[in-house]
């Protein structure tokens, strides 16, 4: 176990029954943590959440539960993942944003503070960022988001910031990229049935279970005029998490942190990956540009390496990213869980 961690008590993950908590959860066990989920089941699906992990089903803003729960488990960190995530639909459903990821944040970070506070690390989006024409976003890139997604979490970073500074606890607001794949183990993936991320999309039309991939915008300003993003591997990203844990119970600083690679693939190029994993053609067609989607978002990912040294993403290569969320859908489909 990282040295940091030893003492850290258990790790509370809110929305470990989803995607990139689910996975962190994992990282978390793989590391010696004791974990506890605490997850309203929403989006999350149960069986996404390991095994050995403690799970209580409920709500965030539930100040009681949130209190019975770090007391029965000895709880020493929390990892914030529970949250609405998708930026088209906080585009017609602003509301449902606003409440569960700021107003329930909130309530979560006053719960903790009133323990005295610990750790906290909010699972934060790029979302936040101004739209930025072909640079890699540094942390202090101007924040002005266009979708209410964004808006939602930049105030729950700023929540965070304030709570944390008045009561004392260190924190971080992880600011993802686009996060992709599934664990490379087989373990977990993407397990929720609405598919809106392109990856997800892509591999459901590889294995025949859409006509076909929509490619959303052809003549955003972008070198192939199809939108860029930074992929990041779940499991990196997740692994990432233990890390910061680690620094934050070391006393390391707190703050924002992009979460990315530092390099950009456009959608034609994650689809002439997938492509070249399938050894033939995906179907595709060219559609709308989607609302609030932004042309391009590249993180400088130099602040996360210079604040976890000791993290060594080892899923970088877009074709492995494919590569297990194709083998993810597969299990999905033989298992006919989707
Ligand atoms: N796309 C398609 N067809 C699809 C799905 C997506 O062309 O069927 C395109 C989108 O238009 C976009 C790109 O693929 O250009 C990526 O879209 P995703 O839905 O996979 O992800 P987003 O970029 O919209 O959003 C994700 C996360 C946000 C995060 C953002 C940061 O969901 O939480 O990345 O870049 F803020």
New binding site residues.
């Given amino acids: 176990m990282i040295a940091a961690l030893r003492d850290l008590g258990a790790v509370l993950i809110t929305g470990g029954a989803g995607y990139i908590g689910s996975h962190t959860a994992w990282a978390c066990l793989d590391a010696g943590l004791r974990v506890v989920i605490l997850d309203n089941l929403s989006t999350g699906v149960r069986h996404a959440a390991p095994p050995k992990a403690v799970f209580v089903e409920g709500a965030v803003e539930d100040r009681d539960l949130v209190h019975e729960v770090i007391r029965t488990y000895e709880v020493g960190a929390v990892l914030h993942f529970a949250a609405s ?4 639909e906080s585009m017609v459903d602003p509301d449902k944003y606003h409440r569960n990821n700021t107003l329930n944040s909130f309530r979560l970070m006053e719960a903790i503070a009133s323990l005295g506070g610990m750790p906290f690390i909010l699972s934060s ?3 936040v960022y101004a739209p930025s024409p072909q640079g890699r976003l540094t942390e202090s890139a101007s924040v002005d988001p266009v979708s209410p ?2 808006l939602s979490k930049l105030r729950a970073e700023q929540l965070l910031a304030g709570t944390a500074s008045v009561f004392g606890f260190p924190y971080l607001a992880m600011r ?5 794949g599934a664990d490379p183990l087989g373990r977990t993936g993407p397990s929720a049935r609405s598919a ?7 591999v459901q039309a590889a294995l025949g279970l859409r006509p076909t ?5 052809r003549s955003h300003d972008t070198p192939d005029g ?2 860029v ?2 992929y990041i591997h779940v499991s990196d990203l997740a692994q990432a998490h233990v890390h910061a844990l680690a620094h934050l119970a070391g006393g390391g600083a707190s703050g924002v942190v992009n979460c990315g690679t530092g390099r950009g693939a456009s ?1 034609l190029e ?1 689809v002439a990956a997938l492509e070249a994993e399938l050894g033939r053609a995906l179907p595709t067609t060219n ?1 709308a ?2 609302l ?3 042309a391009y ?1 590249v993180a400088d990912e130099t602040k996360l390496r210079q604040l976890l040294p000791d993290w060594t993403p080892r899923y970088e290569d877009l074709g492995l990213i494919v590569r297990s969320a194709l083998a993810w859908e597969r299990h999905m489909l033989a298992h006919a869980a989707i």
């Fill in positions: 995530t998708i930026v088209e989006t790029a979302a997604y964004g993802y990229f686009n996060v992709a809106t991320h392109l990856l997800k999309v892509a991939l929509p490619i959303h915008g199809a939108c993003r930074d959608v994650v559609a540009a989607r609030g989607d932004v978002a």
